[in-house]
């Protein structure tokens, strides 16, 4: 007994032998410069901070008057079942069962669920961090509060959603129908995504494709719920119109901070703030 102990001890004693060493490639010479490169781009082709704001302004007045019917809306939402127009809207662009055509409405809708929409909000959040646009970042993420305010309708409104008795229903989901919580991210999202490339950037073809393609995917999301039988188009309006009153509310914070940042010529921001400013001020 006393040879398999000292045997024990001695293998627990013994030195063990060292683990080979593995040389990972250093990155950081191959990353930083495409960074750096990123960010002269995003300098060259940026406005100054303060045009950024006079832009904004102009783009929240022309959208604050779209913004209008919400209360009304949400009270007959509340006590009627249909909408005028409803079930026979519904019906007309569920006629249509191209294959084709209802792949796109499916892969549109798709992205608005969390699986898909939290890595994208992060990572367009991460891009416009690395190019130092550092208070866009946080206002990208900040659109994902749109879905305090949905979660609060539908609570207060709880209209139920389309049934197969009804309507062709390509998903079932147990949550209440109005407003459009699919619509309302997208209006915010990717209506925020549209507002700092039209405000921060010139006019040119990268800009513009970003720009359209957002605006389509806004358009696209209302029909997409209505033809997968998610929603009625009276909750995709509404999504739209709480959509637009939430973003409103964003894009205001937004311009609010932004003048603080970027102050009129002749006073310049806290040092505490500094890290926040954009490039493109030295105009």
Avoid at 187 to 211: D, M, V
Avoid at 254 to 273: D, N, Q
Wanted: aromatic share 12%; glycine share 6%.
């Amino acid at each position: 007994m006393s040879d398999k102990r000292d045997n024990t001890r001695t293998a627990e004693t013994a030195p063990k032998p060292a683990l080979p060493q593995v040389n990972l490639p250093d990155i950081s010479a191959t990353v930083e410069p495409v960074v750096a490169e990123a960010q002269r781009v995003a300098a060259q082709t940026s406005v100054s901070g303060r045009k950024a704001v006079s832009r904004g302004t102009m783009f929240l007045a022309f959208y604050l008057w779209l913004l209008s019917g919400a209360v009304i809306l949400s009270l007959i939402a509340r006590r009627t079942q249909f909408f005028p127009g409803d079930l026979s809207i519904t019906a007309r662009l569920q006629k249509n069962r191209n294959p084709w055509l209802r792949g796109f409405f499916f892969t549109v809708s798709e992205i608005g669920f969390a699986k898909f929409a939290a890595p994208l909000t992060l990572g367009i959040a991460g891009i416009f961090w690395a190019l130092r646009f550092r208070l866009e970042a946080l206002f990208i993420l900040l659109t994902s509060t749109s879905t305090i305010l949905n979660a609060l309708v539908k609570r207060i409104i709880k209209r139920p959603r389309p049934t197969q008795e009804l309507v062709a229903v390509a998903r079932v989901i147990n949550e209440p129908s109005f407003p459009s919580g699919h619509v309302m991210h997208y209006t915010n999202f990717f209506g925020l995504l549209i507002y700092l490339l039209a405000t921060n950037w010139r006019s040119g073809r990268l800009r513009n494709i970003l720009i359209a393609f957002c605006t389509a995917l806004i358009i696209c999301i209302g029909p997409s719920r209505v033809y997968l039988g998610a929603h009625w188009p009276s909750d995709v309006v509404a999504g739209y119109i709480y959509g637009g009153l939430w973003f409103t509310w964003i894009i205001a914070v937004y311009l609010r901070i932004k003048a603080w940042l970027h102050p009129s010529t002749g006073k310049t921001p806290p040092e505490a703030v500094k890290p926040l400013q954009q490039p493109g001020d030295e105009e």
